[in-house]
């Protein structure tokens, strides 16, 4: 991914069981957004790599004949596994542990691909070079991400919602007072952040496009102090083994700064807007460059 770090296999270690609850929702719509635009007819087969805890693997499910969730982190399958018997579709899931390096792993060619704020943690070009042979001629990637413009910071405004804004400054402040102030992830640290710049990768390894697609957010929404501090566990910057003994201290201290933020336990936030890209492969397997 970078020059400077290593991906290991604690990025995600403990985040699982914080994750569902504690990440906001994509905007209302993805699923019908991304039929429309797709055709999806309850057909095919979708691949979502680096599928976490199957946030949206499992929104899509109703879409597709088969959904094929892939995901470096054992507690996240896991997760997945659990979500998809919840919700009846076990049936026409299937989770498999690995890295999105260690792809086509023998499962096969999709209609659709997706990464979902996923793919900054790849070895980008070798990943969409190997998704983009796994497609059918015609089939489609789709990257999904937050609203870049819509940053989760308490400067945006809540006035006129109940409650306060959740305060994500000083909650940095907080794990860089116990971590440093270099950004952690697994064993390393990414002292220039993530990457960016997929639409280069996606153009030099030979899709096209991207159709871009806006879900709008700006939506109300509540959060209690246990889904805020779900949310802080739930990021590869503060996964919980990263404060080692001193987990415990942390969340104590995490819990007494959202006291003071707001005594009730409960925080206003606006839902993101969601930003969609979709790639395309060439029609037929002879005009795949």
């Known amino acids: ?64 004949g088969e959904v094929v969730g892939v995901d470096p982190d054992s507690g996240m399958i896991a997760e997945a596994a659990r979500a998809a018997a919840e919700r009846g579709v076990s049936g026409k899931t299937r989770w498999v542990r690995a890295r999105a390096e260690e792809l086509p792993a023998g499962l096969g060619v999709f209609t659709v691909a997706a990464f979902a704020q996923s793919f900054h943690w790849m070895d980008r070009d070798l990943v969409a070079a190997t998704v983009r042979d796994m497609l059918r001629p015609g089939g489609a990637l789709v990257h999904i991400s937050d609203l870049k413009s819509e940053a989760r910071t308490e400067t945006r405004a809540v006035g006129g919602l109940p409650h306060p804004a959740v305060p994500h400054t000083a909650l940095r402040e907080l794990v860089r007072s116990y971590l440093g102030p270099v950004r952690r992830a697994g064993r390393g640290v990414l002292p220039h952040g993530t990457p960016g710049g997929e639409a280069a990768v996606f ?61 009730t336990g409960s925080f206003s936030v606006h839902q993101p807007g969601t930003e969609i890209s979709v790639w395309r492969t060439a029609p037929t397997a002879e005009g795949r460059p």
């Open 1 to 64: 991914m970078t020059t400077d770090w290593e991906w290991d296999d604690t990025l995600f270690l403990g985040t699982a069981a914080y994750y569902r609850r504690g990440r906001l929702p994509y905007a209302p719509g993805l699923a019908d957004a991304l039929a429309g635009v797709l055709g999806l007819d309850g057909r095919g087969r979708l691949i979502d790599v680096g599928c976490g805890p199957g946030t949206v693997a499992l929104t899509l499910a109703d879409l597709f």
């Open 203 to 263: 153009d030099r390894v030979g899709f096209t496009g991207p159709e871009r697609h806006v879900l709008p957010g700006g939506q109300a929404l509540e959060r209690t102090t246990d889904d805020v501090v779900a949310g802080v566990f739930s990021m590869s910057f503060s996964a919980p083994h990263l404060f080692g003994a001193r987990r415990d201290d942390f969340e104590e201290d995490v819990r007494r700064l959202l006291r003071a933020a707001s005594p």
